[in-house]
């Protein structure tokens, strides 16, 4: 099993940057491909991003290309996503995963672990 921690939510204003953060403990981290998703009021959980086990691979959604970018280090046992040029519609609770499958998902339900959450939010 794995825990995992997201932080580095809060407040900017549009344009702005910001960089999330998930902490994990328990097995080896570089046994997990590791994704980020959001959810806004009302709306279904949506895919950010995701990377491989050994960080070589990353993807990304549409909405963000170009914007945020994941990276992951393995030594840390953490996975950041680097989120700039933020825009109003980028507000939500923002979630990072983990699974061990042998290939990367961009849907929820095949991920096996779950962080709380950290909110973000951006101003207009």
């Known amino acids: 099993q794995v825990q995992l921690v997201e932080s580095g939510g809060g407040l900017v204003q549009t344009g702005g940057s910001l960089r999330l953060s998930c902490a994990a403990s328990?097995?080896?981290?570089?046994?997990?491909?590791m994704g980020w998703f959001r959810q806004a009021p009302g709306k279904e959980r949506e895919f950010v991003a995701a990377i491989t086990k050994t960080g070589g691979v990353t993807y990304y959604a549409d909405s963000v290309k170009g914007r945020f970018t994941i990276y992951k280090d393995n030594a840390k046992k953490t996975v950041y996503l680097q989120m700039n040029s933020l825009k109003p519609e980028d507000t939500a609770i923002y979630y990072c995963?983990?699974?061990?499958?042998?290939?990367?998902?961009?849907?929820?339900?095949?991920?096996?672990?779950w962080g709380q959450g950290t909110q973000v939010t951006v101003s207009s």
């Open positions: 328990g097995r080896a981290f570089s046994d997990y491909n």
């Open positions: 995963a983990a699974d061990r499958a042998p290939v990367v998902f961009s849907t929820a339900a095949q991920y096996d672990y």
